[in-house]
């Protein structure tokens, strides 16, 4: 991290004086320094409650693809959205469902079909947990119009759209 960087992160979303004035300075360095810093804070939380649950930092990234998962997910394609193999994804919903995070259910009629739920008592652990994450959350958005969140929205499932369509690197 350079020097600016590190000024930057410093600074308090809170503070006025910290947030990029409108122009140049809103370029893709700016852009790049807060993406950096939210990730930042949002592993540091993530890694805090796979801690206190006795969990790998990627068995919450699981969870978090669980949970945000329009219908329930089988093991292929929890593998394809974490970039995992069949072995590591087996042996994370093996700990998940260990600790009572997950449960799987055969519920097609092709019994080979395994569906991975979130178990209901586990996204009570997360909600209290991670209450806190939610009411920063609800604080930042009072501060934006519906107009401004609508934008913000729009950029964030872009930004997710284009970095959904970036290759693994090659080695």
Known sequence: MTSADSRQTRGSASDPA????????AGLQAFAVELRRMNGEI???THDFAAHQQLHPTDVTAL???LDAPAPLTPGA???RLGLTSGAVT???DRLERAGHIRRARESSDRRVVHVHYEASARMAA????MPLAEATARARARFSEAELTTVLRFLAAMNEELSEVPPARR
Not at 18 to 25: S, T, V
Not at 127 to 130: E, S, V
């Open 43 to 45: 592993n540091r939380m």
């Open 91 to 93: 042996a994370c919903l």
């Open 78 to 80: 929890l593998r394809e």
């Open 64 to 66: 978090a693809a669980i």
């Open 18 to 25: 910290a947030a990029p004035e409108p122009g140049p300075a």
């Open 127 to 130: 909600r209290d947990y991670f």
